[in-house]
Nanobody, 123 residues
Framework: QVHLVESGGGLVQPGGSLRLSCAAS????????MGWFRQVPGKGREFVGY????????AYADSVRGRFIISRDNVQNTVYLQMNSLKPEDTAIYSC????????????????WGQGTQVTVSS
């Protein structure tokens, strides 16, 4: 069975940083593009970014580009989301997801999802 487990969420002040981790098991990690999404109650799921399984190319949403960095460790089967210069509007539940497509175009391209970890940005 496939499991994606996020960790690293918590409370951080505006301008601060957090590093989220997503540990994957039950799949051939190096053949899956790993993406990050976030969701706020009352709003739809928002794309954050992904790491391409072929060449580890990273893609980001405009709202986080320049502030967030996605990296992956194919030995430890873990993908990371480094979040810098955090803003209150970054507050959300962050989830990781796995896609068999090298460059997924939307949530429907992801086969597996984690349960998410809460990130709260507040003073």
């Amino acid at each position: 069975q496939v499991h994606l487990v996020e960790s690293g969420g918590g409370l951080v002040q505006p301008g601060g940083s957090l590093r989220l981790s997503c540990a994957a098991s039950g799949l051939r990690f190096n053949l899956y593009t790993m993406g990050w999404f976030r969701q706020v109650p009352g709003k739809g799921r928002e794309f954050v970014g992904y790491s391409d399984y072929r060449d580890r190319r990273a893609a980001y949403a405009d709202s986080v580009r320049g502030r967030f960095i996605i990296s992956r460790d194919n030995v430890q089967n873990t993908v990371y989301l480094q979040m810098n210069s955090l803003k209150p509007e970054d507050t959300a539940i962050y989830s990781c997801a796995a896609s068999g497509r090298s460059r997924p175009s939307g949530p429907s391209d992801y086969s597996y999802w984690g349960q998410g970890t809460q990130v709260t940005v507040s003073s």
